[in-house]
Nanobody, 126 residues
Framework: QVILVESGGGSVQAGGSLRLSCVATGRSVNRYAMGWFRQGSDTEREFVAAVSWSGGYFDVADSVKDRFAVSRDTERNTIYLQMDRLKPEDTATYYC???????????????????WGQGTQVTVSS
């Protein structure tokens, strides 16, 4: 069983920063690509960032790539999402996800991710 636990969400003012963490536990999670997705109250879940199992490949959505960065600690099976210069439109529930299919590069699509965390709320006020 794969369990993903996110932390680090909260409420900040525009221009502030947050760092989200996601700890993965379970068999073979160190071989899974992992990603971050977000969903607002009236929007569909969308890709934010992802990192390969090795940490050597990563991808960040164009809409946030000048402000967000993804990283992975392979020893701790933990991924991070550093979010800087936050905007009110970044307000959403942020989900960590894991893709158990072996891939060299992580996917930006929702479908390959077959394990999901409960989500952590990020609220940015203007």
């Amino acid at each position: 069983q794969v369990i993903l636990v996110e932390s680090g969400g909260g409420s900040v003012q525009a221009g502030g920063s947050l760092r989200l963490s996601c700890v993965a536990t379970g068999r073979s999670v160190n071989r899974y690509a992992m990603g971050w997705f977000r969903q607002g109250s009236d929007t569909e879940r969308e890709f934010v960032a992802a990192v390969s199992w090795s940490g050597g490949y990563f991808d960040v959505a164009d809409s946030v790539k000048d402000r967000f960065a993804v990283s992975r600690d392979t020893e701790r099976n933990t991924i991070y999402l550093q979010m800087d210069r936050l905007k009110p439109e970044d307000t959403a529930t942020y989900y960590c996800a894991a893709d158990s299919q072996y891939r060299i590069r992580p996917s930006k699509e929702l479908a390959p991710y077959n394990h999901w965390g409960q989500g952590t709320q990020v609220t940015v006020s203007s």
